[in-house]
């Protein structure tokens, strides 16, 4: 899973007003809240956390919030308001996680190579670009290759020849179709 850092400043001043007050400083009103802590309210650097968040294409990602004067937590990006008009950065909303607790995601299908039915006159039909899967955060990949070289005409992929990790598991039904050739 893709890993990013991102430092934060404590902030005490909440409300419209000190979160405008940020923005124009070129900073981000942001929350922290999890498992065994209250909530703290924080700031980021906008330009390098939108430069960093932008490299991370939606992709699943384990976040190191660094507090400023304190610790450092694994979190998710659980929310990011951007205004509709301006594209700029609003608010983030960061969730604390447990490491070594399982948590779902839904994680990208990367096909591979040209099946052998498809050169012969068939055509490829995919069905799916996602799967569910259940793991702790560091072991979930951030795709899964599928090789179609070897997939012939009336032939079919499904859930339950992924090969994954020790410890990753498939949510979605193990006949699920995720690609075939016609």
Do not use: W
Not at 98 to 117: H, I
Not at 147 to 176: R, T
């Amino acid at each position: 899973m893709i890993q990013l850092d991102v430092t934060s400043q404590p902030r005490n001043t909440t409300g419209k007003g000190a979160a405008r007050t940020l923005r124009r400083a070129g900073r981000t009103p942001a929350v922290l809240y999890g498992l065994n802590i209250e909530a703290m309210s924080l700031s980021i650097d906008t330009h390098s956390f939108t430069h960093s968040v932008l490299g991370l294409q939606r992709r699943n990602a384990v976040v190191n919030l660094t507090v400023e004067g304190g610790d450092t937590y694994q979190v998710f990006i659980k929310e990011m308001q951007v205004d509709p008009i301006h594209d700029t950065l609003k608010h983030a909303d960061f969730y604390q996680i447990d490491a070594e607790k399982e948590y779902e995601f839904s994680v990208p299908l990367k096909y591979t190579g040209q099946a052998k039915g498809v050169f012969l006159g068939g055509e490829l039909q995919i069905a799916q670009t996602k799967v569910k899967v259940k793991a702790k955060p560091m072991l979930v990949p951030d795709a899964i290759e599928i090789d179609l070289k070897n997939l012939a005409q009336g032939e079919s992929i499904s859930c339950e020849q992924l090969v994954l990790a020790d410890g990753v598991n498939v949510l979605n039904p193990a006949k699920l179709i995720l690609v075939s050739v016609v």
